[in-house]
């Protein structure tokens, strides 16, 4: 017998509204495809087909312990680092903290926070952010993942970004300012 | 004391034998007593581009071992009393080098020289740590396309992790040198351009090499492309040369092609 064993990240979902359930699965079929649903409250046979037919993993009723409201950041810790080195290929920087990098991060570099990220200067690197904020601006090259999604194809290259969670749903959206602050 | 600079690049076929020997001969030619050092043991190849191979007796793994010491490894230049080779051994790999050895050596050259060049086997390995351990300074060999830049980056990254200035604290000096720039490539926009190059690495810029097809003929006759007055490759690297002796030579534009002579601005002009 071969035993494995695994630490999987699930979408903890509380449905309370059929349509809305829909509407949100709808909306944000991407980033649900690879991941498992844990579903509570009434799941209706509908909802399991609909799902099925999208070919999204799911699992219902399922008790768990964590507390909801603190599932964010029980990894990460407060507190600011900052990064004032260019990450060269082959370089991997991993950090619980929120981090500021202010210089280029290039193809073949790795950057990973537990906490929230901003990328001043040209990300062409590989970025894993599991904080609830991030202002970087992508190129063609890059690879980004925010909070176990891959998001690296929603965004145009060349222009900053903001991607933030806004109750449990990633919201990407260009930023139109101008940043003069560094 | 002398100053040591390994010529490196991560990527192999950029340059860097042809960069080291071009180099070691037109430090030579400015008056520095200058040696350079084939460290890709297992696949010499710098004494073939200098035109010494017949003369190779001991190389670098004699010296290891200690059955030969420095002065009977040493090639002297015929054509240039400050010039010197040391040769990497053909037949033995990698694993003869060792820490305490190579640093031993290499304060011995710095002792009784003015340059001393390493010509590093590409990738990262054995042999290429040796050439960063003791080097003052690195040359980053480039060509203007994505992988060598990104591998020169994997590189200079490991410099600054790896050698021993840059450890007891001090910098040690980077240049970079893109070699083998293509101006109708740069044209078509189907080379990447300095000033992208330079973003990218960001490190200081030695000097521009352009493409230039007498570098193979030159390997293959052993007399370096420097040695050749009219080549254009050959001038750069006599520029970079001055540079490196401390002579304040402006960069030429060697993306841009020089004047296609009156049939090419002919074949212009129906475009």
Not at chain 1, 110 to 130: D, F, P, Q, R, Y
Not at chain 2, 211 to 236: M, Q
Request: proline share 2%.
């Amino acid at each position: 017998m071969n035993v494995k064993q695994y630490t999987i990240k699930v979408f903890e979902i509380m449905v309370d509204d059929e349509a809305g359930f829909l509407a949100f699965v709808e909306k944000n079929e991407v980033l649900l495809r690879r991941h498992l649903l844990l579903l509570k409250g009434d799941v209706s046979p509908e909802i399991e087909t609909f799902l099925q037919k999208k070919e999204i993993a799911f699992t219902k009723n399922i008790p768990t312990t964590s507390s909801k409201k603190e599932s964010q950041g029980f990894t990460k810790k407060s507190g600011l680092e900052i990064l004032d080195k260019m990450v060269r290929s082959g370089q991997e920087i991993a950090t619980q903290k929120d981090l500021l990098a202010l210089k280029r991060i290039n193809s073949g570099a790795t950057i990973k926070t537990e906490g929230n990220l901003i990328a001043l200067s040209t990300v062409e690197g590989a970025i894993e952010c599991n904080g609830d904020f991030m202002l970087l601006k992508p190129s063609k090259k890059s690879y980004i993942k925010f909070n176990g999604a891959d998001i690296s194809q929603e965004m145009e290259a060349d222009i900053f970004y903001k991607i933030y969670l806004k109750q449990d749903e990633i919201i990407i959206s260009p930023y139109k300012g101008v940043i003069s602050w560094a | 004391m002398g100053i040591v600079f390994a010529v490196i690049s991560g990527k192999g076929g950029v340059g860097k034998t042809t960069t080291s020997a071009n180099l070691a001969i037109g430090t030579a030619m400015e008056g520095k007593k200058t040696v350079v050092v084939d460290f890709d043991i297992g696949q010499r190849n710098l004494d073939m581009i200098l035109g010494l191979e017949n003369r190779v007796v001991y190389d670098i793994t004699h010296i290891m071992d200690g059955e030969a010491n420095l002065s009977q490894a040493l090639i002297k230049d015929k054509k240039n009393e400050n010039l010197y080779f040391l040769a990497a051994s053909q037949t033995k790999d990698k694993s003869v080098l060792e820490r305490d050895k190579v640093k031993h050596l290499i304060d011995d050259l710095k002792e009784n020289f003015d340059y001393i060049f390493l010509d590093s086997p590409a990738g990262i390995e054995g042999g290429f740590e040796h050439t960063i351990h003791y080097a003052d300074n690195v040359i980053v060999v480039v060509n203007p396309e994505v992988s060598s830049i990104r591998d020169a980056d994997r590189v200079i990254g490991l410099v600054d992790a790896k050698s021993h200035k840059a450890k007891a604290g001090e910098t040690v000096g980077k240049f970079l040198l893109i070699n083998r720039i293509d101006p109708e490539l740069i044209e078509k926009n189907e080379m990447i351009a300095t000033d992208d190059i330079l973003d990218i690495l960001s490190v200081t810029l030695l000097g521009k090499v352009p493409e230039d097809k007498r570098v193979i003929d030159a390997s293959n006759t052993g007399k370096p492309v420097i040695l050749h007055k009219e080549s254009e490759a050959g001038k750069a690297y006599r520029r970079i040369s001055k540079r490196l002796c401390g002579e304040d030579v402006p960069f030429e534009d060697v993306e841009n092609a020089p004047s296609k002579g009156i049939m090419g601005k002919i074949k212009g002009l129906f475009k």
